[in-house]
């Protein structure tokens, strides 16, 4: 299908690992967005992408969370020296005009 | 105070119930306004745009008052299949087109 995909579906790691997490977006959608979301709650704004300007990485937790967006496609998010509390299901979603389309999320769980 | 905000629930009610939806937004330049669905342990996804003059798109309307800055979503005659969270998202073009998403409202409907 041509909606957006990510990879591993599942990922589960020891405290300490770093994890990359992939997405890849809707053939030619210029917006891209990561967000995670933890059991119940809302989501959380991580990073977005937005064509060749700067990212808007507001929403990072903090430094040992990077992502990057090669060729204006496929994008990576970096979670270095993962924490218990950085478990949670990680949302890629991309969008053309307003509309965005998620894809079914990474759920990693950190032991 | 959150840019978009949203009643959390739980709405418990039954089948064939009318209910609705609200949500705040804080920031004057939004400009484009929608209502996400999200199943439990699923990706949210686009329910209806949300148009100055009001739309409706069979059980649902959504109103959009710029004035109060205020949005609504109406489901009428409720089914089983519409339990979920629905979530309430803004886009503001002073904030590099990104979308902002408010906590979700969460609906269960009962037999």
């Known amino acids: 299908g041509a909606g957006v995909s990510q990879s591993p579906s599942n990922k589960v790691t020891e405290k300490g690992k770093d994890v990359e997490l992939r997405c890849d977006p809707i053939?030619?959608?210029?917006?891209l967005y990561w967000y995670r979301q933890s059991l119940g709650q809302g989501l959380e704004f991580l990073i977005y992408?937005?064509?060749?300007?700067?990212?808007?990485k507001s929403g990072l937790p903090s430094d040992r969370f990077s992502a990057e967006r090669t060729g204006g496609s496929v994008s990576t998010l970096t979670i270095q020296r993962t924490q218990q509390e950085d478990s949670a299901v990680y949302l890629c979603?991309?969008?053309?005009?307003?509309?965005?389309?998620f894809g079914p999320g990474t759920r990693l769980t950190v032991l | 105070r959150k840019e978009v905000e949203q009643d959390p629930g739980p709405f418990n009610v039954p089948e064939g119930a009318t209910v609705a939806f609200n949500c705040t937004y804080s920031?004057?330049?939004?400009?484009?306004f929608f209502w996400y669905r999200q199943d439990c342990r699923k990706e949210p996804k686009l329910l209806m745009s949300?148009?100055?003059s009001g739309n409706e798109d069979g059980r649902f309307t959504a109103q959009l008052n710029r004035a109060s800055q205020y949005i609504s979503l109406l489901i009428r005659d409720s089914k089983l299949s519409d339990s979920a969270t629905y979530l309430c998202?803004?886009?503001?073009?002073?904030?590099?087109?990104?979308?902002?998403f408010g906590q979700g409202t969460e609906l269960s409907v009962k037999p």
């Open positions: 979603a991309s969008s053309s005009l307003y509309e965005q389309f």
């Open positions: 920031n004057s330049a939004s400009q484009s």
């Open positions: 998202v803004v886009n503001s073009y002073n904030q590099g087109g990104k979308l902002i």
């Open positions: 949300v148009y100055s």
């Open positions: 992408f937005q064509g060749n300007s700067a990212p808007d």
């Open positions: 053939s030619g959608h210029t917006a």
